[in-house]
DNA sequence: CTATATATGGACCATTCGGTCGTGAAAGAA
DNA sequence: TTCTTTCACGACCGAATGGTCCATATATAG
């Protein structure tokens, strides 16, 4: 057993919120001092627990995917209806790409253009994330297609690719075009073309 | 008539080639260094012509929009059918997120993720280009449409919107994941779709 | 109690950041 | 020629960067 004084901060509210200003700053846009004003950390528990800012950094995306493929897996999930289960997951898409939402952005996307191309560990964990998503939905409209709800000559695999260029999509859109009427139809416009 | 000493350097060309390294690093990962290394100037030259860092930035990005726009107006050219415009716009962003070129990246995508929320005169461009590219596509969709080609039911407004989060999307997801086959065949579905 | 382990806060480090300035060379216009 | 303008080079600036270290306080286990 071990001797000496406890952990007194929690970890993982650490990682959450330093999540939240990787987030909203981006991976070189937060300095060292933002960190430790929003988990509240000191500069020596901060390296003691996580190594550096990278280490952190590689942290909270993690957390990040996890949380987000954790959500869809709710949403598609196998016992509900296949179809009714994207049909949520574009609408909570739609959600989270307007007005003030959409602005607050993607920490993947962002990732994605900022570091990926130079940093493997962070292009492994986005490629994670992007297959997660993929595999995720190609499974879901597999099943809506075996439950005859599909339309004529939707291949699942080729409509998942569809269904997350276009979630990404809306992503960057989101982030300065906030236009929720206009996102709200399209999505609905896809989810009735692929059904029948 | 200016007496003294003519410019030297062309500085549409060091925009260019500063445009490029933004393009690869992003606004924060790119140091002054790097852009003094990529235009072959000073830093007095530098500061004289652009005023600064930001300043160089935009005038970069101001670029990069311009030219996009100009590449969609030549495939988008009323003169010609405005299906097979679409058809080989989407394609050439097939090429554009495919393999190397697709980790490449976008940077109006980048710049919209890492500096639109917190800076008014990138937001403001960045909305240029996604007005810009909706406004031509739901163009060609409504030409498409006038012509009787395109599909029953389709709008051409909610179609572009649909079509432009779909370019976005690409760019995202063809950072790291390059399947050009599973792209093309993507696209191609999309567009049969869309047409009747 | 003593020993151990973990926290804090801040001093401290070398490096790099974006930005300013002055000197001197170079070249066209008068 | 002489004047004027623009360039390159590099020293220089203060501030901020990511990262290390240490003295101290505190709480648990023995």
Redesign the interface.
């Known amino acids: 057993m071990p001797r000496g004084r406890p952990r007194e901060f929690d970890t993982d509210a650490a990682v959450e919120r330093a999540m939240g200003v990787f987030w909203?700053?981006?991976y070189?846009?937060t300095s060292l001092p933002d960190l430790l004003a929003a988990t509240n950390l000191s500069r020596g528990s901060l390296y003691a627990a996580f190594g550096d800012k990278h280490g952190l950094f590689l942290r909270a995306l993690d957390r990040y995917i996890d949380d987000a493929l954790a959500r869809t897996d709710r949403e598609l999930d196998p016992g509900k209806n296949a179809l009714a289960g994207l049909r949520s997951c574009l609408v909570g898409y739609v959600d989270r790409t307007s007005g003030i939402a959409g602005?607050?952005?993607?920490l993947v996307?962002?990732t994605?253009?900022?570091l990926?191309?130079?940093d493997a560990e962070v292009?492994q964990r986005?490629?994670r994330f992007?297959?997660g998503m993929e595999t995720r939905m190609t499974a879901a409209l597999a099943r809506a297609q075996a439950a005859g709800e599909l339309a004529e000559g939707v291949?699942p695999?080729?409509?998942a690719?569809?269904l997350?260029?276009?979630?990404?999509?809306?992503?960057?859109?989101g982030?300065?075009?906030p236009?929720r009427a206009?996102?709200q139809?399209?999505v609905e416009?896809?989810i009735n073309?692929l059904a029948h």
Do not use: F
């Open positions: 909203s700053r981006g070189h846009g602005m607050r952005g993607c996307v962002a994605a253009m900022e990926a191309a130079h292009a986005i490629q992007l297959k291949e695999a080729t409509a690719r569809l997350l260029c276009l979630l990404e999509g809306m992503r960057v859109v982030k300065t075009a236009d206009l996102s139809t399209m416009t896809v073309r």
